[in-house]
C-alpha cells in the first residue's frame, strides 16, 4: 500500500532552518508528484510546494520563494523540504502528500512538528 | 493567487440532518476542486476530487457539485464520524490554495 513516512520532530531556533523528509513506498516514486502542506496550530492547511518526483521540477508559494526548497531522491523514494530563516510563525506541522501530475493529494505523510523557540 | 472561500466558517448539525457546505473561487477553476475532511490530530483525507468524484472508500452520503466559481458539499445524513473540519483545495493554479477551513460541530 501507498505510505509516505516522515522525519521526526525538530525544534530549531529562530534564524536557522529545518529539513523535513519523505520517504514513499508503495507505488513507482518517479510517476507522481509530491506536496508540501502545513498547519499552524488551529489554523487553515497552507500550500506551500510541488516536485515532479520525476523530472524533479518544482512549483512553490510566492510566500516562500528564496526560503525554501523542495528536492527528491529517485533511488531513495525520498523526497526533502528545506526552510530557511526561521521565525516562531513557522511552527507548524509540515506535511507531504502524493498527488498525480495534476491533482489533489490523496495520500499523505503522518506530518511532522517543526517547533521555533528561542 | 486563487483565493477559495468556504462558508459557513461553523455550522452546528444534529446527526442525521444534512450538511451543505460552501466553497468559492475568485476566479475560474473548472472542475479542479477537491474536498477533505480533517479531524484533530489526523492528516486531511480526500472526500471528493474533479467537484464530485468520491475518492476510494468514501461512503456515498457525501457528495460534491459545482464548477467554474462555485461549489459545494453536502454530506446528506450527519453520522457521528462526520463532524470535523473540511476544506476546499483548488489544483487548477499555480500556486495551489485551500480554503480556510468548515467546522462542522454537533448540534
Known amino acids: 500500500q501507498v505510505q509516505l513516512v516522515q522525519s521526526g520532530a525538530e525544534v530549531k531556533k529562530p534564524g536557522a532552518s529545518v529539513n523535513v523528509s519523505c520517504k514513499a513506498s508503495?507505488?513507482?516514486?518517479?510517476?507522481?508528484?509530491i506536496h508540501w502542506v502545513r498547519q499552524a496550530p488551529g489554523q487553515r492547511l497552507e500550500w506551500m510546494g510541488w516536485?515532479?518526483?520525476?523530472?524533479?521540477?518544482?512549483k512553490y508559494s510566492q510566500k516562500f520563494q528564496g526560503r525554501f526548497t523542495i528536492t527528491r531522491d529517485t533511488s531513495a523514494s525520498t523526497a526533502y523540504m528545506e526552510l530557511s530563516s526561521l521565525t516562531s510563525e513557522d511552527t507548524a506541522v509540515y506535511s507531504c502528500a502524493r498527488s498525480f501530475l495534476v491533482g489533489a493529494p490523496g495520500n499523505w505523510g503522518q506530518g511532522t512538528l517543526v517547533t521555533v523557540s528561542s | 493567487e486563487v483565493e477559495l472561500t468556504q462558508s459557513p466558517a461553523t455550522l452546528s448539525v444534529s446527526p442525521g440532518e444534512r450538511a451543505t457546505l460552501f466553497c468559492r473561487a475568485s476566479q475560474s477553476i473548472t472542475t479542479n476542486l477537491a474536498w477533505y475532511q480533517q479531524k484533530p490530530g489526523q492528516a486531511p483525507r480526500l472526500l471528493i476530487s474533479g467537484a464530485s468524484t468520491r475518492a476510494t472508500g468514501i461512503p456515498a452520503r457525501f457528495s460534491g457539485s459545482g464548477s467554474g466559481t462555485e461549489f459545494t458539499l453536502t454530506i446528506s445524513s450527519l453520522q457521528s464520524e462526520d463532524f470535523a473540519v473540511y476544506y476546499c483545495?483548488?489544483?487548477?493554479?499555480?500556486?495551489?490554495?485551500f480554503g480556510g477551513g468548515a467546522k462542522v460541530e454537533i448540534k
Open positions: 516536485i515532479n518526483a520525476g523530472y524533479g521540477n518544482t
Open positions: 483545495h483548488q489544483y487548477n493554479n499555480w500556486p495551489r490554495t
Open positions: 508503495g507505488y513507482d516514486f518517479t510517476s507522481y508528484a
